[in-house]
């Protein structure tokens, strides 16, 4: 250990020099650093249900709908005609939209004069001649099931054009809502325009991200500047720790920028995440070498630190990766196995810059590095910390311990509250325009935007599977969240009702076939029915609903599914709000399963570090004390289990056993040469002023973002901090209090074994 150290500082002007070259290297591949919000490409392959949405994508045109609904009560105008036209042909031309749909360019089935007509829903050449005209004209569509609430709202004012985008990798979601969203704003219309869809909330999610990053990041850096410079009151107290955690981060997206792998909704946090993580080891060792008073150099009192904390960051930094890693075990979504996995990497680079680049700029700092007069700054040196508020004497700690189990009986009684969500709506606040038109628009006036796909598989041109069809759309209209259930057959019912047969399907195979001549080669066809009519698509939409309804939406209509004939035909349910459900129930187990596994793993280690299961237990609590909180606060607050709070237990972990080594360490170090009181005393004196300042400067920073535009950073800023403030009380309070009372315990029993020895 001493050779290594040696080693460093020898060597510290060549390490210096190549920290700068890969730093530069790193960030030089930070231009191409890009945020993919999609869900769906970070969705497992091997997923049946996911399989099934990609096959339907690819073979009816595309699921993901960006809708575009025009606002006006001339909408049944020459001019309002016009508008919609001209929207709906400009969209056609956009670059990655595969089909649009709308009433200027949708079939209609009609009988004239006892013969079967389907062409347009209205000619450009034949456009109603007087505002009365108009007026039957719209009062014939909403008439038509084909259009009322799918295409036109009820109340006739506005118009809905749906675009099929393509499903091609090659075509970003997010570029595409975009461009679409500038080129129906270059027509300035006189109606009022509206995006809905998952590809506008994509490009929402994008935008605000980096929005976010850009202004918050910033902001938070900028505090923590202010705080570490009252807690050090000095300039590398200030620039160092900063310098390292900026360094880790820019090797760490430098190195997802050269691997292709860009920014989610998840993993843009990672920043954030090294900012509280990584910050702690140099801060660790910048306390050590303040808090040494010796007139030495400053090179030797660099070894003396690094060799004494060098154990100590090395398994904080070992125990965090795990806890990042267990995320890359049992995660659903590729997003969060990257978040974990990049995360890691980050803290391994923080160690590495912690145990190299540190210390090399430590040594050159004069030897005596405190100012002579004292500046303002917080009162947390080692005597006022520990001397002043932490004289732990037998009473105080147990009360400290008694205090601390209320409060984890409290946060336990508060985990059962915690709701699990999967609501993309519910990452922007009630005033952003993306939800309005959600709530405003789309659910009220076309039943929602959220896609549901039942496919079929069967003879199409059999009069009883059409009938199971019917059975299907039928029950799908007695469902709340379910609205205009659409398929083949209604064009089939169109079609057999205009040749005078009635609203109903055909009594033999021969009728059918014979209606379904009429529609070979109309375009919509392509969106509903395969080329051998052996499978077709049943499509519906939902409007957006609390996690735990579309949950049992899913159940519901796989039992409904199941109870049908299936010699006749076979159903099988997708859709976005199926990818959701597994979703959901994957954070729940996800959870369980990375913390079992970090917890296990970091006994292990805890415990053979002090060769005792005791003792590896004891270094827990801060942990358990720190997530009984978290999710209590979560239950209590409403804060929901999504896929982003579901990373704070993994932040939670790092940060608790960070502290509790550091504690731990140093304890038994200075127990072999004093009294367990003493002890504690003098490891909170140096090493608790570490653990103070790393609290208070990255709480104070995490708050930042309870001004984050983006719902989830919000939460995930508030929770942070939280686990900042419960992680360092149950260091710097709890886990001295449980080592004192269990030394007073160890003495009272010495203590009876020599009163009994003595009376024998």
């Known amino acids: 250990m001493a050779k290594s150290t040696e080693w460093i500082i020898r060597w510290r002007q060549p390490l210096i020099i190549l920290t700068i070259i890969l730093t530069l290297f790193f960030g030089y591949f930070l231009k191409d650093l890009e945020v993919d919000p999609d869900i769906l490409n970070y969705l497992p392959a091997s997923d049946p249900d996911v399989q099934l949405s990609t096959y339907i994508g690819k073979e009816y045109g595309g699921n993901l709908i960006a809708m575009v609904a025009l606002e006006t009560p001339a909408l049944f105008t020459t001019d309002g005609w016009a508008e919609l036209t001209l ?19 949708i079939i209609d089935i009609k009988s004239e004069d006892d013969l079967l007509v389907i062409g347009p829903l209205l000619e450009r050449q034949t456009l109603p001649p007087t505002p009365a005209a108009w007026q039957a004209f719209q009062a014939y ?74 202004i918050l990041v910033p902001l938070v850096i900028l505090l923590i ?24 981060t820019i090797w760490t997206l430098g190195l997802m920028c050269l691997l292709k792998v860009p920014l989610t909704i998840v993993t843009d946090v990672i920043p954030v995440v090294l900012l509280a993580v990584g910050s702690a080891y140099s801060i660790h060792l910048l306390n050590k070498f303040y808090a040494n008073k010796t007139f030495i150099s400053a090179e030797k009192k660099t070894q003396l630190v690094l060799s004494d904390l060098k154990l100590p960051v090395f398994l904080a930094a070992l125990t965090t990766m795990v806890g990042f890693l267990s995320f890359v075990f049992g995660s659903y979504l590729t997003m969060i196995q990257q978040f974990g996995l990049f995360s890691a990497i980050g803290v391994l680079f923080a160690l590495l810059i912690a145990v190299t680049l540190v210390p090399a700029l430590l ?39 008694g205090i601390s189990l209320v409060v984890m009986v409290f946060g336990l009684l508060g985990i059962p509250r915690i709701q699990r969500k999967v609501d993309i709506l519910d990452y922007f606040p009630a005033d952003r325009r ?51 259930p659409f398929s083949i057959l209604d064009l089939i019912l169109e079609l057999n009702a205009a040749m005078g047969e009635g609203w109903q399907i055909p009594d033999s195979r021969e009728k059918v076939a014979n209606l379904w001549f009429f529609l070979e080669g109309e375009e919509i066809i392509t969106q ?46 997708a859709g976005m709000h199926v990818i959701y459900r597994n979703l959901d129930q994957s954070l729940l187990s996800s959870q369980i399963q990375s913390l079992l596994l970090s917890l296990v793993f970091i006994l292990i280690i805890v415990t053979l570090l002090l060769r005792s299961l005791k ?31 579901v990373l704070v237990a993994g932040v939670s972990i790092g940060i608790g056993i960070d502290y509790s080594i550091h504690f731990l360490v140093r304890f038994r170090t200075e127990q072999k040469r004093m009294s367990v009181k003493s002890a504690v005393q ?64 160890a003495q009272l029993v010495a203590g009876s074994s020599a009163l009994v020895a003595h009376d024998e």
Do not use: W
């Not at 039943?447 to 059409?466: F, K, R, T």
């Open 87 to 105: 929207l709906t042909e400009t969209l056609e031309k956009t670059d990655g939209i595969n089909t649009v749909t709308s009433l200027t360019n």
């Open 141 to 214: 569509v909403l008439t038509k099931k084909l259009y009322r609430e799918k295409l036109l709202s009820a109340d006739g004012t506005t118009a809905l054009v749906i675009c099929q985008l393509v499903d091609d990798d090659e075509f970003d979601k997010a570029t595409i809502a975009r461009s679409i969203i500038t080129t129906v704003n270059s027509l300035n219309l006189n109606g009022r325009t509206y995006f809905g869809g998952l590809p506008f909330y994509l490009l929402e999610i994008s935008e605000t991200i980096l929005r976010d990053l850009k």
């Open 225 to 248: 500047i202010v705080l570490l410079y009252l807690s050090f009151a000095t300039l590398a107290g200030v620039l160092i720790p900063l310098l390292s955690v900026l360094i880790s």
């Open 363 to 401: 040594s050159f700092l004069k030897s005596s590095p405190v100012p002579a007069r004292k500046r303002n700054r917080l009162k947390t040196s080692g005597h006022n910390l520990n001397e002043g508020r932490l004289r732990f004497r037998p009473g105080s700690s147990k009360l400290m311990i």
């Open 434 to 484: 993306i939800r309005v038109t959600e709530e405003k628009i789309m659910n009220p006036k076309f039943g929602g935007s959220i896609p549901l796909q039942i496919l079929v598989h069967g003879d199409l041109l059999a009069p009883e599977v059409l009938t199971e069809i019917q059975k299907v759309q039928n029950y799908l209209q007695t469902l709340d969240l379910v609205h205009n």
């Open 528 to 573: 509903l029915i395969n080329g051998d009519q052996t499978k077709a698509i049943i499509q519906a939409n939902l409007v957006y609903a609390p996690m735990d309804e579309l949950t049992a939406l899913v159940t519901e209509i796989n039992t409904f599914l199941a109870g049908l004939d299936p010699t006749l035909c076979r159903f099988e349910q």
């Open 615 to 645: 003792g590896g237990l004891i270094g827990l609590i801060p942990i358990v004390f720190t997530l009984i909180v978290i999710f209590g606060f979560m239950g209590y607050s409403g804060i929901p289990l999504d896929i982003a709070t």
């Open 682 to 745: 003098e490891t909170l004196k140096i090493t608790g002023k570490g653990i103070f300042v790393n609290m208070i400067t990255v709480t104070g920073g995490f708050f930042i973002f309870i001004f984050a535009e983006l719902v989830p950073l919000q939460r995930f800023g508030i929770l942070v901090a939280l686990t900042m403030l419960s992680s360092g009380f149950a260091t710097l309070y709890l886990l001295p209090a449980v080592l004192l009372v269990r030394a007073e315990k």
